[in-house]
T-cell receptor
Framework: EAGVAQSPRYKIIEKRQSVAFWCNPI?????LYWYQQILGQGPKLLIQ????????DSQLPKDRFSAERLKGVDSTLKIQPAKLEDSAVYLC???????????????FGPGTRLTVL | AQKITQTQPGMFVQEKEAVTLDCTYD???????LFWYKQPSSGEMIFLIY??????QNATEGRYSLNFQKARKSANLVISASQLGDSAMYFC????????????FGTGTRLQVTL
């Protein structure tokens, strides 16, 4: 099966500009995650979707970040306006469907590397 | 408090030798899973190995094994017969099944395999 697709792979913007990232998870996967990985750190969850609904967005800076998942498939993550500290890799992930809850491998996309100048 | 702690920012190992990457975790949830991921310089996160909190035996996947010591809350990754291609960042992560299914990651260990 195809993996998690993300675009663009790289994006450079100036602070206060807007940017959007796109993710297409593995076909049939109901759950989708967006993670932010700042250089030198591990990924941090921004938002989790189950189908169209948000399960966890407790760490999403809602004053500037927004995400949606229309039709329970593709998802977009938007930053408006961007700040310097938003420079990071944004990873999309979806777990293996149909397995027991004790084992739920998350497949990650290649990520979008954002640089805010 | 940190849920996942990786105390080794960087490690060196010679080719063909074994290396242990440390990971300790903190949770009050009796049901959880521990994961190790590899992140090469290209940036993708590659799943390596999984250990469930109720698993009786330590997990193994090829050259990777997980030294799970539940009482000490440690889940160290052992890589045997290191190869040059093992040079990468390695992340330990945990999922607590009593809450959302998100992964909480440590800060990672950069492994460099030398000749």
């Amino acid at each position: 099966e195809a993996g998690v697709a993300q675009s663009p792979r790289y994006k450079i913007i100036e602070k206060r500009q807007s940017v959007a990232f796109w993710c297409n998870p593995i076909s049939g996967h109901a759950t989708l995650y967006w993670y932010q990985q700042i250089l030198g750190q591990g990924p941090k969850l921004l938002i989790q979707f189950q189908n169209n609904g948000v399960v966890d967005d407790s760490q999403l800076p809602k004053d500037r970040f927004s995400a949606e998942r229309l039709k329970g498939v593709d998802s977009t993550l938007k930053i408006q306006p961007a700040k310097l500290e938003d420079s990071a890799v944004y990873l999309c992930a979806s777990p293996t469907p149909g397995l027991a809850s004790s084992y739920n491998e998350q497949f990650f996309g290649p990520g979008t590397r954002l640089t805010v100048l | 408090a940190q849920k996942i702690t990786q105390t080794q920012p960087g490690m060196f190992v010679q080719e063909k030798e074994a290396v242990t990457l440390d990971c300790t975790y903190d949770t009050s949830d009796p049901s959880y899973g521990l994961f190790w991921y590899k992140q090469p310089s290209s940036g993708e996160m590659i799943f390596l190995i999984y250990q469930g909190s109720y698993d009786q035996q330590n997990a193994t996947e090829g050259r990777y094994s997980l030294n799970f010591q539940k009482a000490r809350k440690s889940a160290n990754l052992v890589i045997s017969a290191s190869q040059l291609g093992d040079s990468a960042m390695y992340f330990c992560a945990m999922r607590e099944f009593g809450t959302a299914s998100k992964l909480t990651f440590g800060t990672g260990t950069r492994l460099q395999v030398t000749l």
